[in-house]
């Protein structure tokens, strides 16, 4: 540790991203989408006026704004955009969730949530998942400082329905409900359509997953205008330009093309199904996914080992060494043939 660093870096633990390997790999540990952004994305690629780099962007990013608006049937002033959805997610943790009030979230959840609430100074309390690995949204409580969550849930990958969260906000009428939308579009259900009724809710997303555009880092909210604005005020006291003239360009370009973004969704999900079929007539426990990815494990084989196995074999999976999580393996969804190659190389070594 370095003498200059404040205390409060000194006590951090950082957040661990998955490996990204410079040898060739099948890589199944990110998340990521297998297959190549819309057509469009190109076409900007190619096109775009080199000479439009010398100049600023629109601080407000409206054309995106628009874009996301018309696609989620909302309305300009309820839409945030930010450079990935991790960057909109540290600011709405200081926008709204930093008082003297714990906040609320599963126990096993997207492992960022807790290194904001240490980075802000904010009071976690972890709530168990139930019985089936599920958030378990009765165990979250009124008068607490808010409450977070992904939906569909990571890395366990179920998702609850519009109709269920609506009753938590129902409950859950004074503090900021945020939910994580990540990985919505493999076969969860949006609650963007539950903003105009509930004020407190905010709904985060990215473009690094269903859109395949993770390597460009956007993300965005929609939630009421009050909650809109307290984003802008704290984005705006960091960094009043933060979203590039190229990258919105890009990401209009990938919104404007609903057919290819259905296709691959739908791929995806095909091949998911598929994958866990094959899973489970290996022996393998693989928890029900809305997600690209699923979370296994092997109950006659340790997670660790098998991870190394398949890196040995040139398969990247994520092993996450916490107690909770030791036994299993998260599984991004790859191509038919990678995992294809996943299969094969399970069935070699759970024999």
Not at 136 to 144: E, I, Q
Not at 150 to 177: K, Y
Not at 311 to 323: D, P, S, Y
Request: a negative charge.
């Amino acid at each position: 540790m370095s003498q200059f660093w404040s205390p409060a870096v000194r006590e951090l633990t950082p957040y661990v991203p998955g490996e990204q390997p410079r040898e060739k790999l099948i890589k199944l540990n990110t998340n990521e989408n297998p297959y190549p952004p819309a057509p469009g994305v190109e076409a900007v690629l190619r096109e775009y006026p080199v000479d439009h780099l010398r100049l600023y962007p629109d601080p407000q990013s409206l054309a995106l704004r628009e874009a996301l608006a018309q696609v989620h049937g909302v309305e300009v002033g309820q839409v945030f955009v930010g450079n990935g959805s991790d960057e909109v997610l540290a600011l709405a943790f200081q926008a709204f969730f930093c008082h003297d009030r714990p906040l609320e979230m599963p126990d096993i959840t997207y492992s960022f949530y807790p290194v904001y609430c240490k980075l802000y100074g904010i009071e976690r309390r972890g709530l168990p998942l139930d019985s089936e690995w599920k958030v378990d949204l009765d165990a979250f409580t009124t008068g607490s400082g808010g409450a977070i969550f992904a939906n569909p849930n990571a890395p366990t990958a179920h998702g609850h329905s519009r109709d269920v969260i609506a009753g938590l906000l129902e409950r859950l009428t004074d503090q900021v409900v945020l939910v994580d939308e990540a990985y919505v579009d493999f076969g969860g259900e949006s609650v963007v359509p539950l903003i105009g009724r509930f004020p407190n809710l905010l709904v985060t997303g990215t473009f690094s997953k269903s859109r395949s555009l993770a390597g460009l880092r956007l993300g965005y909210a929609i939630g009421s205008h009050e909650l809109i604005e307290g984003l802008v005020r704290v984005k705006d006291s960091f960094n009043s330009y933060p979203i590039d003239s190229l990258a919105s360009a890009l990401a209009i370009a990938s919104l404007a093309d609903r057919e290819h973004f259905d296709a691959c969704r739908e791929r995806v999900i095909t091949t998911r199904e598929r994958t866990v079929r094959r899973l489970n007539k290996l022996g393998f426990d693989v928890l029900p996914s809305q997600a690209n990815f699923v979370l296994a494990r092997h109950p006659r084989h340790d997670a660790a080992q098998l991870f190394v196995g398949l890196r040995e074999r040139g398969i990247l999976v994520r092993h996450f060494n916490t107690e909770a999580l030791r036994d299993f393996l998260r599984i991004s969804i790859g191509t038919d043939d990678e995992m294809d190659s996943l299969v094969e190389a399970c069935e070699l070594l759970c024999r």
